[in-house]
């Protein structure tokens, strides 16, 4: 939801603000949403690092994050960037397959093609490649 301008206060925790497009868009160099959130927690507000069971904190922002873009998604807040339905709709006319890669969770993915992509036919073709856990110099990555 950060493209929307994430406000962590409706979820419960007042005292993390709002993630502006600019605070965003320096914290895109962070793959994963999860991660995200912790880069973010270390840089604005790491008395909360010390202070908290740090992995339950960030997947509960992290869920409620996920939960709250998926609302946004069915009401229509978020839109599929110009251009890509056309392309993926020219795809299929011509025969070839798409696929779907993308750091984000799958419930993201879902959302986006029951509601977004609907209309393009891409739930029955593509392949859905969304973030799941990889294991990098012996310590488990992305989202669990």
């Not at 301008?5 to 994963?32: F, I, M, P, Q, T």
């Not at 790491?46 to 904190?57: E, H, I, K, M, N």
């Amino acid at each position: 939801m950060e493209r929307l301008g994430w406000d962590s206060r409706a979820g419960g925790c007042a005292n993390l603000g709002h993630w502006s497009l600019e605070r965003y868009r320096v914290l895109l160099k962070v793959s994963g949403g999860k991660e995200r959130i912790r880069r973010f927690l270390a840089e604005d507000h790491p008395d909360l690092l010390a202070a908290r069971d740090v992995d339950g904190f960030v997947a509960a922002l992290h869920k409620d994050k996920t939960r709250r873009y998926t609302e946004a998604v069915i009401a229509g807040l978020v839109e599929i960037r110009p251009g890509v339905a056309r392309q993926l709709g020219e795809a299929k006319a011509a025969g070839l397959k798409t696929a779907i890669v993308t750091t984000t969770s799958r419930a993201n993915v879902d959302a986006l093609l029951q509601h977004r992509l609907a209309g393009a036919q891409l739930q029955r073709q593509a392949l859905v490649l969304a973030l799941q856990p990889v294991k990098l110099g012996g310590v488990v990555q992305g989202e669990q």
